[in-house]
């Protein structure tokens, strides 16, 4: 009666493991937790915005040495979504598609020129 509880035991426990599991094509089991690993382009959680020449070039060179940390090459660095209305009425998507790629669990940082420009200036 013990063996078959403990039986019992271990079938449970495979089960439970093959719910967090797939299989994929040559039948080794990957788990599913891989998923997060895989980088996509998704919105910013930090936009960064100064005036000329104060640095945030640099501020997010630095910020993307965290593992946690993606932003764009420092050339692409600049959007300008939110400065000229023609590229604001793209939409999310059009600005989504201007981020890098970035895991789950990664920040995206950008920044946005222009936020802080006196009109007339």
């Known amino acids: 009666a013990l063996e078959d509880e403990v039986i019992e035991d271990i079938t449970g426990v495979e089960d439970d493991v093959i719910e967090d599991t797939e299989t994929i094509e ?6 599913t937790e891989t998923e997060k690993d895989t980088p996509a382009k998704k919105l910013p959680g930090v ?13 997010i060179e ?3 040495m965290h593992p946690m940390i993606a932003g764009n090459d420092y050339a692409k660095s600049e959007i300008r979504f939110f400065a000229h209305d023609e ?21 995206v940082v950008i920044k946005t020129p222009g936020m802080i420009d006196v009109p007339g200036n």
Do not use: F, H, S
Request: net charge positive; glycine share 12%; with cysteine.
């Open 26 to 31: 040559d039948g080794v089991k990957k788990d």
């Open 47 to 59: 936009i960064v915005v100064g005036v000329k020449k104060c640095g945030t070039g640099a501020m």
């Open 62 to 64: 630095m910020l993307k």
């Open 87 to 107: 590229l604001y009425q793209q939409g999310l998507e059009y600005y989504k598609d201007k981020m890098p790629l970035a895991r789950k669990d990664q920040t």
